[in-house]
């Protein structure tokens, strides 16, 4: 089963359309003050991850800028955030 989805396919459609390989994606959000390593791009991509915390939605934000894409393409094709801490925790019990 593929654990591609919305948010995966558009990246990797978006990264390859821009012809800039994920070191140099990488190298522009340093340079834009928000640094994500290649690993968590590849999985971005590939579906195994999807951005959930502050940090890694600013990154997106500045990707749709990298990738030029209109902006909250693809902000948008992310689900809501899954429960962290004490509130995720209380769901189990």
Known sequence: MSSATAFSEELRFAISTSGLSLDRIQV?????????????????????RQPERQRSLRAVLALEEI???????????LPPPRPRGIASRRHLN
């Not at 990738?67 to 094709?77: E, R």
């Open 28 to 48: 522009r959000l340093q340079e834009r003050g928000v640094p994500v390593s290649v690993t968590a791009l590849s999985y971005w991509q590939s579906g195994k």
């Open 67 to 77: 990738l030029d894409v209109p902006p909250g393409s693809l902000l948008s094709l």
